[in-house]
């Protein structure tokens, strides 16, 4: 039911899309890839409400649950620690966001255009290909966050605007 889900929504058929993924996760709640697929097109439809809900099923029937969360690799927690943080983010709570992209991997945050390069100790942001980098030291954390937040938001816009996928596609 989740794979033929997924296909509907590639398909540009959304709502028969999330009825066979809320009915594929109700089924099996450890269908960890529903939730992600859920929180996908829910920031896709800008409903950061339903990103949220799915984020966080996600968090306790993959990650809570010590029996799924033992095939559930780290990189696809970060991944929806990302979509939480976009789902935080559409609804307004930044300090949410905040704390859920800090759970990221670095590798999520690249794809939204944010490289944090530990050596340096700076953040380098680059919000749109050939627009430069903005670099903001990290001992600046409270400035250097709310630059992060907003050039995640910007980058969201600015790829809905031109059409461009979700980086995590």
Known sequence: EGNLGWAYYKKGDVETAMLHLRN??????????????????????????EAVASAK???KYCVDDAA????????????????????????GERDAARQA?????????ARAGVQVAPR?????????PGLGVERVPVGEAASGQEVILDVIEETLDVRRAVGVADPMG
Request: proline residues 4%; neutral net charge.
């Open 101 to 109: 992209f800090a759970a990221c991997g670095d590798e999520e945050l």
């Open 57 to 59: 099923r996600f968090r």
């Open 68 to 91: 799924v969360a033992a095939d559930v690799a780290p990189q696809y927690i970060h991944t929806m620690e990302y979509y939480l943080g976009l789902g935080y983010l559409k609804q």
């Open 24 to 49: 594929a996760v109700a089924a099996n709640p450890g269908f960890c890839r529903g939730y992600e697929w859920l929180a996908r097109i829910a920031i896709d439809r800008d409903r950061g409400d």
């Open 120 to 128: 340096s100790r700076v953040v380098a942001i680059a919000p749109r």
